[in-house]
T-cell receptor, first 117, second 116 residues
Framework: GAVVSQHPSRVICKSGTSVKIECRSLDFQATTMFWYRQFPKQSLMLMATSNEGSKATYEQGVEKDKFLINHASLTLSTLTVTSAHPEDSSFYIC?????????????FGPGTRLLVL | AQKVTQAQTEISVVEKEDVTLDCVYETRDTTYYLFWYKQPPSGELVFLIRRNSFDEQNEISGRYSWNFQKSTSSFNFTITASQVVDSAVYFCALSDRYNQGGKLIFGQGTELSVKP
C-alpha cells in the first residue's frame, strides 16, 4: 500500500522545450502532494505544495510561471517545467500524503531525472 | 525556526558492524513529527519510521532501532549488524504545525557505505 508513481522516470530534452512530469497515488487518495528538487549530493528542496482543486503554494525563490503545477484529481498532480534550460537539470521527486494512514506521513515517488541539453 | 541537522555527511563501515546515524532537530512547537527516510542509489525515498513528539518510546524493527530523546532534541537511528544493502543516503525530517500543510524539513542526509 501507499504507492506513488512518477512518469517519466528519465527525460532528456533540448533547451527551450517544456517537460511534463506526472505524479500518481496508486492506492490512496492524496489531497496534498508535494514537489521536491534534489541536486547531486544535496538534500531535497521543497518547490511547492499542491492541493487538489486549488492553486499550488510555491516556496520562496521558486518561479511559479516556470514550474507549473496542476492537481486536477485526488490521485494525480503534474509538474511542467516550461522552457527548460540546462540549469533545470535535476532529480524531481513528488510525494503524497495519505490522510488515512497517519496524516503527517508522506510517501515518495521514484523520482524523475531531467537532463536539459 | 525549524531545522534538522545531520552532522555526519558520510559514514563508512564494514559489514556486520553496528552504526548510528545522528539527527538533531529544532522546533518551537510542542506537537511535531519526526521521520527517517532511506534513499538508495536508485533515488526513491523509502519511508522508515514516523514518530510523534508525545511518544518517546524507543522503537525496534528488525535490525533497525530509533532513539528519541526530547531532552536533547535528538532522534538517532541505529542499524545493527549492517549489510551491504544498507548502503544508501539516510534523511531525517521534521514536520510541525508551523509548517502549513505538513511540509517536511529535511536534514542534509548521511551517506552510509557498508563494505563487504
Amino acid at each position: 500500500g501507499a504507492v506513488v508513481s512518477q512518469h517519466p522516470s528519465r527525460v532528456i530534452c533540448k533547451s527551450g522545450t517544456s517537460v511534463k512530469i506526472e505524479c500518481r497515488s496508486l492506492d490512496f487518495q492524496a489531497t496534498t502532494m508535494f514537489w521536491y528538487r534534489q541536486f547531486p549530493k544535496q538534500s531535497l528542496m521543497l518547490m511547492a505544495t499542491s492541493n487538489e482543486g486549488s492553486k499550488a503554494t510555491y516556496e520562496q525563490g521558486v518561479e511559479k510561471d516556470k514550474f507549473l503545477i496542476n492537481h486536477a484529481s485526488l490521485t494525480l498532480s503534474t509538474l511542467t517545467v516550461t522552457s527548460a534550460h540546462p540549469e533545470d537539470s535535476s532529480f524531481y521527486i513528488c510525494s503524497a500524503r495519505d490522510g488515512n494512514r497517519g496524516r503527517e506521513t508522506q510517501y515518495f515517488g521514484p523520482g524523475t531525472r531531467l537532463l536539459v541539453l | 525556526a525549524q531545522k534538522v541537522t545531520q552532522a555526519q555527511t558520510e559514514i563508512s563501515v564494514v559489514e556486520k558492524e553496528d552504526v548510528t546515524l545522528d539527527c538533531v532537530y529544532e522546533t518551537r512547537d510542542t506537537t511535531y513529527y519526526l521521520f527517517w527516510y532511506k534513499q538508495p542509489p536508485s533515488g526513491e525515498l523509502v519511508f522508515l519510521i514516523r514518530r510523534n513528539s508525545f511518544d518517546e518510546q524507543n522503537e525496534i524493527s528488525g535490525r533497525y532501532s530509533w532513539n528519541f530523546q526530547k531532552s536533547t532534541s535528538s532522534f538517532n537511528f541505529t542499524i545493527t549488524a549492517s549489510q551491504v544493502v544498507d548502503s544508501a543516503v539516510y534523511f531525517c525530517a521534521l514536520s510541525d504545525r508551523y509548517n502549513q500543510g505538513g511540509k517536511l524539513i529535511f536534514g542534509q542526509g548521511t551517506e552510509l557505505s557498508v563494505k563487504p
